[in-house]
Nanobody, 114 residues
Framework: QVQLVESGGGTVSPGGSLRLSCAAS????????MGWYRQAPGKQRELVAD???????MYADSVKGRAIISNDNSKNAVILEMNNLKLEDTAVYYC????????WGQGIQVTVSS
């Protein structure tokens, strides 16, 4: 069973930045799609950003220009860095890995508050 270990998050002031990391216990070297989703209270889970083995990142319109997702092959990990955080970025952020099966992390809280 593949496990996803998430780290980062916490409480950040508006305009601040965050770094979320997600490491997979194993990852298919031939194909994977890995990224971050988020779910705010009362809202549906939505894609924030993802990255495939081919290296093409995808970003939600709401974070374009504020987020960068990158890959760390040595750790089977993806890192999401966001800046200029807004109150509406507050949510539980979930790591997602898609290969032969789909896996989810347990979620990590990000709160943007003054």
């Amino acid at each position: 069973q593949v496990q996803l270990v998430e780290s980062g998050g916490g409480t950040v002031s508006p305009g601040g930045s965050l770094r979320l990391s997600c490491a997979a216990s194993e990852r298919n070297p031939n194909f994977w799609l890995m990224g971050w989703y988020r779910q705010a209270p009362g809202k549906q889970r939505e894609l924030v950003a993802d990255l495939s083995k081919l290296g093409t990142p995808m970003y939600a319109d709401s974070v374009k220009g504020r987020a960068i997702i990158s890959n760390d092959n040595s750790k089977n990990a993806v890192i999401l860095e966001m800046n200029n955080l807004k109150l509406e970025d507050t949510a539980v952020y979930y790591c997602n890995l898609q290969q032969s099966q789909e896996y989810w992390g347990q979620g990590i809280q990000v709160t943007v508050s003054s």
